[in-house]
């Protein structure tokens, strides 16, 4: 499989479950600098990935980009930072897919026996039958960078897995930034409100 082809394979793995209300295949994480001064980052910018780096992630579908671009952007602007040219905080992310595979056993068995007279007999067998499947996992990784202090303030990561022949990719990937997105509780202007 070719998935430079199309980008939604790798999209698509990311929500595939969330967006048909099953959200145990996709899990998200995130971790974040508990040191970084959310309460001074007001703007924002989202980069673009390199050529280098979308052949990397086997891109040949620019429009996905720009859409995984807005909904990023849009989660921003959602928690009132101002996207700028000049931004307190650099946003990059980065897509990739990998072929995984299953692998299981079952078991099939055959007995008989029989009674009688003075004595029994008894006979058996059994083999065991491998099945093997194969899925795509797909992984987006969000970085957020304070461009003051060039470091890493906050990741969020979603995997998970998808099938072939999704048509709803502009949801997908919507659903999947939403995903990721949910984990980040700060808005702009303001830190962590901690309990007491």
Avoid at 94 to 121: A, L, N, P
Avoid at 135 to 149: A, C, F, N, R, S
């Amino acid at each position: 499989m070719n998935l430079g082809k199309d980008f939604s394979f790798v999209i698509l793995l990311l929500i595939a479950a969330v967006y048909s209300g099953c959200t145990s295949s996709i899990n998200t994480s995130y971790d974040y600098d508990r040191d970084a001064a959310f309460e001074h980052y007001e703007t924002f910018k989202v980069y673009s990935p390199t050529s280098e780096e979308m052949e990397n992630m086997g891109v040949v579908m620019p429009q996905r980009l720009a859409l995984l671009e807005s909904s990023i952007a849009s989660e921003m602007k959602s928690r009132a930072y101002v996207e700028s040219n000049t931004p307190d905080l650099a946003i990059t992310y980065f897509v990739s897919s990998q072929t995984k595979e299953k692998t299981s056993s079952t078991y099939v068995g055959v007995g008989g026996g029989s009674y009688g007279g003075y004595g029994g007999m008894s006979y058996g067998f059994g083999t065991s039958i491998p099945n093997t499947s194969y899925y795509q996992e797909g992984t987006l990784d969000v970085h957020i960078v304070d461009t003051q202090k060039s470091l890493l303030v906050w990741r969020g990561t979603a995997i998970g897995t998808f099938k072939e022949g999704r048509t709803d990719v502009e949801k997908l990937i919507e659903s999947a930034v939403k995903q990721i997105f949910y984990k980040y509780r700060f808005k702009a202007g303001e830190g962590l409100k901690r309990k007491k």
